[in-house]
């Protein structure tokens, strides 16, 4: 990667990967897995980053990154958003497990909390409030009904919030979550948000994980305090789409598939 494109900003562990020469081991601290789900046309990547050093290195927090990319999510066939919506579940429940966190083997059902990131009111910022109108709780179910019940149902209790962000509340997120925690003693925070990347071929239809937490607003280089275990006290799950990308890095992009046509 050129190195102007590297002086860019992303949230993608996987671009921030290919910015080095190499096939991972040459990154003191980090290691890469790459796989294919051919049959389902996605592309999944792993960035372990396991000590401070690759942390360093990487310019990221020590933990799990794991990329999903599948082209085709810009199309419109629900059967192949359906296969990457089970492959999206599968990585989720494996970054649980990760933390110990199960579907109620004891009777008892995880609490999860939900955190819809970004600005509704802003179209490449609203990604996480609109997964959170699409999610259906369950917290009140069990508080209603019993852990037995939840439990049995393979249920989390799930509660959510879309905190809005500063301009709108006057707080930072942060301080909305510590308080949403303290009082509803979550196992683990799943928080949803836009990202940015470096290239425009992966806008809309890559998927990060990272049990390393969210930056919000590092995107745009608008940086607001971190939600992560170490802000909030318990482990948290970040989750993003890239829906921004630097100017630069589309002119560059753009000019390098007309080339690509002319050849």
């Known amino acids: 990667m050129e190195q102007w494109k590297k002086n860019i900003y992303t949230d993608l562990a996987v671009e921030e990967r290919e910015s080095f020469p190499g096939d991972g081991g040459e990154i003191p601290g980090v290691s890469l897995r790459e796989w294919e789900k051919e049959e389902a046309g996605i592309h999944l990547t792993e960035v372990v980053i396991k000590t401070e050093e690759g942390a360093g290195n990487m310019g990221k927090p020590m933990g799990t990154y794991v990329t999903l990319e599948a082209l085709a999510l810009a199309e419109r066939d629900e059967d192949f958003h ?22 109620g083997g004891n009777g008892r059902a995880p609490s999860i909390l939900a955190v819809g990131l970004g600005n509704e009111n802003a179209t490449p910022d609203a990604l996480g409030p609109l997964v959170l109108k699409h999610l259906q709780m369950t917290r009140h179910l069990t508080g209603g009904c019993g852990e037995e019940f939840a439990g049995g149902k393979k249920y989390p209790a799930l509660s959510g919030i879309i905190p809005g962000v500063m301009a709108q509340t006057g707080m930072e997120t942060v301080e909305i979550l510590k308080g949403m925690v303290g009082e509803t003693q979550p196992d683990i925070v799943l928080a949803v948000d836009a990202l940015a990347a470096r290239s425009i071929r992966r806008l809309n239809c890559t998927v990060q994980l990272t049990d390393t937490g969210i930056s919000p607003g590092s995107g745009v ?43």
Request: aromatic share 2%; glycine share 10%; no cysteine.
């Open 82 to 103: 359906r296969e990457v919506s089970e492959e999206l579940a599968a990585r989720i429940s494996g970054l649980l497990a990760l933390h110990q966190i199960g579907t």
């Open 221 to 263: 280089m608008n940086f607001r305090s971190g939600i992560s275990r170490e802000t909030l006290g318990v482990p948290v799950i970040g989750i993003g789409v890239p829906t921004v990308v630097d100017a630069a890095s589309i002119v560059h992009d753009a000019v390098s598939q007309l080339l690509e046509t002319l050849e």
